[in-house]
């Protein structure tokens, strides 16, 4: 089982910044898809970026130009920089890993959808002021 552990939230006033961890206890160099989501009071959990085993990442529109996703294998942490946030933006965020597999292709791809993760931490707590 992995295990995965956010930190980093807070209330910030909007324009401001903040940087998500997830210390994870995958091994180094393992072939995971990473991902952070977020889900909002009363709204569905939604995706906001991933990162491929090669390194290939993926943004939702509504932050892309404005989130970083990132990951330490050497600390076995991802992160996620967020910039210019704004009041929509506040929802509790999720860190979120799914195993790969090795196919004709190579290593499959981040999943399409929220449900095929496989492990999930508790989240943090997101909140932007206008």
């Known amino acids: 089982q992995v295990q995965l552990l956010e930190s980093g939230g807070g209330s910030v006033q909007a324009g401001g910044s903040l940087r998500l961890s997830c210390a994870t206890s995958?091994?180094?160099?393992?072939?995971?898809?990473m991902a952070w989501f977020r889900q909002a009071p009363g709204k569905e959990r939604e995706g906001v970026a991933n990162?491929?085993?090669?390194?290939?990442?993926t943004y939702a529109d509504s932050v892309r130009g404005r989130f970083t996703i990132s990951k330490d294998s050497d600390k076995n942490t991802l992160y996620l920089q967020m910039d210019s946030l704004k009041p929509e933006d506040t929802a509790m965020y999720y860190c979120?890993?799914?195993?790969?597999?090795?196919?004709?292709?190579?290593?499959?791809?981040?999943?399409?959808?929220?449900?095929?993760?496989?492990?999930w931490g508790q989240g943090t707590q997101v909140t932007v002021s206008s």
């Open positions: 979120a890993a799914d195993k790969l597999i090795w196919g004709d292709e190579g290593w499959s791809k981040c999943p399409r959808k929220d449900s095929d993760f496989d492990n």
């Open positions: 995958i091994l180094r160099y393992s072939p995971y898809c």
């Open positions: 990162i491929e085993f090669d390194g290939t990442t």
